[in-house]
Every structure is written in C-alpha cells, then in structure tokens.
C-alpha cells in the first residue's frame, strides 16, 4: 500500500482513491484481459435492480462534441440475483480490492431487498444507493428529489445491512443539501456527488431528439464545476 495515497472510506482502507464511477465499468472483471485493474483503490460495478432490466430503447447515447457524452441506457442489468451468482464471481477472481455494490430500486422495499442480497456477499465492502430513481409510487418523482423520500431508502437499507451505506445523490434538485442531511440523520455513512445532469440534445435535420428517450444524463467535464459547487455546499452543512 501507498500510505501517500491510501484513504480510509467508511472504515475500509483503500490503497488509493481511484474507484470508476458505476456504470461506467461494466461489472469490472470484463476490462481484466485489458489491464491489471487491480490499480484501482476499488470498483463500484454497474447499477443493479431485482428484475433484469434490459434498458431504454435506442439510440441511448450521444456525443456531445469535444465535452461530454449524454447517456440514456436505463439501468441495464441482469438482476440482483444474476449478478451475484454470475458476476460477483468473476469479479473476484481477477479483482482483489474492495467492491462497492451499486443498488437501484424503483420502491423503498425493492431497494431493501437488493441491499439485503448485497450484504450477504463476500468482497462486496460497500453498498452505494443510487436515489435518482423514479419512485413509482409516488409519482414517478425520484427518491433524490425529496428529503423525505431520500431519508426513508436511507433507512430501509441501513436497516438489511451492517455494511456501509453510501447514498448517490442527484444534481437535478433546488436543494441538494436539505437531501443530503435527511440522508445523513437517517444514517449514510457517506454521499457520493453527484449522478450525471440531465440534458437534452437535437437532430436538427430530423428536428428530433437524439435520444429515443428525448432526455439522458449529462457527463463530461462541462460537470465539474457544478460538482465541486455542491460537493462544497454540503461539506458546508454537514
């Protein structure tokens, strides 16, 4: 281990602070026949539900010149369950960091039931909840956009596992630090700033959006500022 480099994320100490962000690494094990991904500090695998999942339609990303990419994939998966049968396995096989299991829910009990699976399965160190899910009951509105709603997945899944909870929050709100605290009082052990920025691009000769789903998630570097500017806000408040 590098001391210059080790960090100590809840408690589990990480050779370095490299982790891809999910979604954006697959499962992990598929990048080992490319390099020793064993560099990494850890590895947050990609979004995970109770159902497979196989995603929007396409097209469901697009290019954003020199400065981002916009992604509408849908939270493809193959379900809590696959992946703990088949992928976690092959994870571990070529990847010996902690994992940090990435869990989606589209109702406060399906998140506690994923959590509950993750928290029975060796090398998973972490559970990282992503609440900018659409909370089906409840309107469609994703659980990051209310405090109340945040607080309550926070709750169910502290509640399934004595794991770590680190809890995703959504830049798409007016106030990311009142979510951000009902996370906290309803016991994250951390919070990950933050998910992509919604957007929208145009064919201009179909004059139709590029994205089958007309909306997708911003990433790039046109972010970071706004990143840096909620991550300090919170820092401020909690």
């Known amino acids: 281990m590098n001391t210059k480099l080790s960090v100590n994320l809840c408690g589990i100490m990480l050779d370095n602070p490299v982790i891809p962000a999910s979604g954006t690494f697959g499962f992990g094990h598929e990048f080992a026949p490319l390099y020793d991904i064993n560099c990494l500090g850890a590895l947050s695998f990609k979004g995970t539900t109770r159902a497979p999942r196989?995603?929007?339609?396409?097209?469901?990303?697009?290019?954003?010149?020199?400065?981002?990419?916009?992604?509408?994939?849908g939270l493809q998966n193959p379900g809590v369950q696959a992946v703990a049968d088949t992928?976690?396995?092959?994870?571990?096989?070529?990847?010996?960091?902690?994992?940090?299991?990435?869990?989606?829910?589209?109702?406060?009990?399906?998140?506690?039931?994923?959590?509950?699976?993750?928290?029975?399965?060796?090398?998973?160190?972490?559970?990282?909840?992503?609440?900018?899910?659409?909370n089906v009951h409840n309107g469609g509105m994703a659980f990051g956009t209310q405090?109340?709603?945040?607080?309550?997945?926070?709750r169910a899944v502290k509640a399934v596992t004595g794991k770590p909870v680190i809890v995703k929050l959504s830049p798409n709100v007016t106030d990311i630090v009142a979510i951000a605290r009902a996370c906290e009082d309803a016991g994250a052990d951390a919070l990950c700033?933050?998910?992509?920025?919604?957007?929208?691009?145009?064919?201009?000769?179909?004059?139709?959006?590029?994205?089958?789903?007309?909306?997708?998630?911003?990433?790039?570097?046109?972010?970071?500022?706004?990143?840096?500017?909620?991550?300090?806000?919170?820092?401020?408040?909690c």
Request: with cysteine; glycine share 10%; hydrophobic share 45%.
């Open 54 to 73: 196989f995603g929007n339609p396409t097209p469901r990303i697009a290019e954003c010149g020199g400065y981002g990419m916009l992604n509408a994939v």
């Open 87 to 134: 992928q976690l396995p092959k994870l571990r096989q070529v990847f010996h960091k902690p994992i940090i299991a990435n869990i989606s829910g589209f109702d406060v009990e399906e998140y506690a039931s994923n959590a509950a699976v993750m928290d029975q399965q060796e090398g998973v160190a972490i559970i990282e909840v992503n609440i900018s899910c659409p």
């Open 147 to 154: 405090p109340e709603a945040a607080a309550e997945v926070t």
């Open 193 to 237: 700033l933050i998910n992509t920025v919604l957007g929208m691009r145009i064919d201009i000769r179909r004059r139709r959006p590029v994205l089958a789903n007309r909306y997708g998630g911003y990433s790039g570097p046109g972010i970071f500022p706004i990143a840096l500017r909620m991550v300090n806000q919170v820092a401020q408040a």
